[in-house]
């Protein structure tokens, strides 16, 4: 109710087959936000800020990724 914050799950489906990884960056801030992007309908899930090298690591460890992830501005 009141100050009580709804988290979303942390479970995050990720299929290969329908969504690719992905970095949304800001064009004013820097800010950048990991997660991914739906090949079908391009819509983006947020997964987590990237504020470190160490970040983006462990996002592609938590998600079997290797290689480079696209930035999308």
Do not use: N, W
Not at 8 to 24: G, H, L
Not at 52 to 73: H, M, N, R, S, V
Request: proline residues 5%; hydrophobic residues 35%.
């Amino acid at each position: 109710m009141f100050g009580r914050k709804h988290r979303q799950s942390d479970t995050i489906s990720y299929d290969p087959d329908t969504m690719r990884p992905a970095i949304r960056c800001s064009i004013c801030t820097g800010e950048e936000v990991a997660g991914f992007v739906d090949k079908a309908g391009g819509h983006f899930t947020d997964v987590m800020l990237i504020r470190t090298p160490e970040d983006l690591a462990a996002f592609k460890k938590t998600f079997g990724l290797t290689g480079d992830i696209p930035k999308i501005y």
